[in-house]
């Protein structure tokens, strides 16, 4: 390409403007085909319940209006699809909410100590029901971050839900404060560790993606809405957070939280 002045044209001159462009333009098409995917997805996520639960008003106005044995069995299996729509709609507001404020970091200290072990107790429940123990392990002292207390406890309860819902046998939950990272600062971590079926690599980096399940069957059986890693990165992001995810198959599973340290203030 010749330059300007008609001189010759130092060499790549130009070509940066031009690969920017092309990126702009690719980065732009990326999103907008994942808002795209993402309106899609949700509504049919929304979609499935809401065609059996007409499916089912049709059968008990039509077919089995006087039938009350299956009236009592329709009707329960339309109030689980109801809840399942009311999970859905609560997950896709907490998720745009998280994201609007995704670069709003918090400037609470908050100890994390309570908030983990509030949400085992929390969760022992479910696990008990599914002959699933979950230990907690943290040795004493506090652990201060910089974050909002109700989207950490989100963060821990999809952890510790997933490793009772998918894992089992017995879940370590744990907290420690860490080796400093690259950067020298301080961190604390939350381990969450299942001795489940794992997960094979390939779906590994696509987990945190929304709508994403290794097996959409099963997670729904289970309740799953398949935003919930989804809705823990972006919390992650908003408090500079690290999620790593290890698996080995008939193995299990070890999730880790990273979040800065905070110096520790009066109790
Ligand atoms: P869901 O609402 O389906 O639970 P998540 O985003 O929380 O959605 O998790 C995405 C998928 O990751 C789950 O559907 C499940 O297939 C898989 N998964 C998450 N945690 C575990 C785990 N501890 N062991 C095995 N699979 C897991």
Avoid: W
Wanted: net charge neutral; no cysteine.
């Amino acid at each position: 390409m010749p330059a300007p002045n008609g001189g010759p044209a130092p060499a790549g001159a130009g070509q940066p403007n031009v690969v920017l462009f092309l990126r702009d333009l690719t980065s732009a098409r990326r999103l907008e085909t994942m808002r795209v995917d993402f309106v899609a997805n949700a509504s049919h996520e929304l979609r499935t319940p809401l065609a059996s639960l007409v499916g089912f008003i049709e059968t008990l106005q039509g077919p089995a209006r006087n039938d009350t044995s299956a009236r009592e069995r329709f009707l329960a299996i339309m109030l689980s699809q109801a809840q399942r729509m009311t999970r859905l709609i609560d997950d896709l507001l907490s998720l745009s909410r998280i994201e609007l404020r995704e670069h709003v970091v918090p400037t609470q200290v908050v100890d994390l100590g309570p908030i983990a072990r509030q949400m085992v107790e929390t969760q022992s429940a479910l696990a008990s029901e599914r002959g699933v123990r979950i230990a907690f392990e943290a040795e004493a002292g506090r652990y201060p971050v910089l974050g909002e207390r109700d989207e950490l406890m989100r963060v821990v309860e999809n952890l510790v839900e997933n490793a009772v819902k998918y894992g089992g046998g017995t879940v370590r939950v744990g907290l420690a404060r860490a080796q400093d990272d690259r950067r020298g600062a301080a961190q604390i971590e939350l381990v969450v560790q299942d001795d489940g079926p794992g997960i094979a690599p390939e779906h590994i980096p696509r987990l945190t993606e929304r709508f994403y399940r290794v097996d959409v069957a099963s997670s729904r059986q289970q309740g799953g809405t398949g935003l919930g890693l989804a809705i823990v990165k972006h919390t992650l992001n908003r408090h500079r957070g690290r999620l790593t995810i290890e698996s080995t198959v008939d193995a299990g599973t070890t999730v880790r939280v990273s979040l800065p340290a905070q110096e520790d203030g009066p109790p």
